[in-house]
Antibody, heavy 121, light 109 residues
Framework: QVQLVQSGAEVKKPGASVKVSCKAS????????ISWVRQAPGQGLEWMGW????????NYAQKLQGRVTMTTDTSTSTAYMELRSLRSDDTAVYYC??????????????WGQGTLVTVSS | QSALTQPASVSGSPGQSITISCTGT?????????VSWYQQHPGKAPKLMIY???KRPSGVSNRFSGSKSGNTASLTISGLQAEDEADYYC?????????FGGGTKLTVL
């Protein structure tokens, strides 16, 4: 079945970087893209950006431009999201989701299980 | 860049129908038939319930339906069941970005 499995929880200090992975299985990885979405504790969903697994094209949310980098490794069907210069308000659960390129407006399906990133001194 | 506007909460009794609205602008909801709805239970990942305004993925109950008029999309759940109690989020394509609604907590009384 189509599945996305994410890496485990992380605890980082302010100013550090974090890299979350998302391993896909059950479909042709390069036929879709991956959107990243985060959810701060008790808050709603926030779209962070999208990467094409076909050609690596990216589109990032304006507020994260310059701090976020999304990449893929087609040899392992894995997508990565790196966030730099972490702040306390980056504390959130980070999700990856398969996305045709409609930035979850079309259909983000399925979703990974989520990765909790805690930023604390 | 604002989120789409959803009511913070809605409630209904088992068997009743409820509708959740999702209001955007002419730059997102009003311009594209790319609005989706996600259900999220506490501590779980979101689940796709409706895509492209009104399409239902395989396995999703036909009690869930979607529609759109102008800049507002809507999710209707008929025959409410206890397991429908969850948070619901709309999402719209907006050309260069995706934008989610603030979320609506559905309580089944």
């Amino acid at each position: 079945q189509v599945q996305l499995v994410q890496s485990g929880a992380e605890v980082k200090k302010p100013g550090a970087s974090v890299k979350v992975s998302c391993k896909a299985s059950g479909y042709t990885f390069t036929s879709y893209g991956i959107s990243w979405v985060r959810q701060a504790p008790g808050q709603g969903l926030e779209w962070m950006g999208w990467i094409s697994a076909y050609n690596g094209n990216t589109n990032y949310a304006q507020k994260l431009q310059g701090r976020v980098t999304m990449t893929t490794d087609t040899s392992t069907s894995t997508a990565y999201m790196e966030l730099r210069s972490l702040r306390s308000d980056d504390t959130a659960v980070y999700y990856c989701a398969r996305d045709r390129g409609t930035y979850c407006g079309g259909d983000c399906y399925p979703w990974g299980q989520g990765t909790l990133v805690t930023v604390s001194s | 860049q604002s989120a789409l506007t959803q009511p913070a909460s809605v409630s209904g009794s088992p068997g009743q129908s409820i509708t959740i609205s999702c209001t955007g602008t002419s730059s997102d909801v009003g311009s594209y038939n790319l609005v989706s709805w996600y259900q999220q239970h506490p501590g779980k990942a979101p689940k796709l319930m409706i895509y492209e305004v009104s399409k239902r993925p395989s396995g999703v109950s036909n009690r869930f339906s979607g529609s759109k008029s102008g800049n507002t999309a809507s999710l209707t759940i008929s025959g409410l069941q206890a397991e429908d109690e969850a948070d619901y989020y709309c999402c719209s394509y907006a050309g260069t970005r995706g934008v989610f609604g603030g979320g609506t907590k559905l309580t089944v009384l």
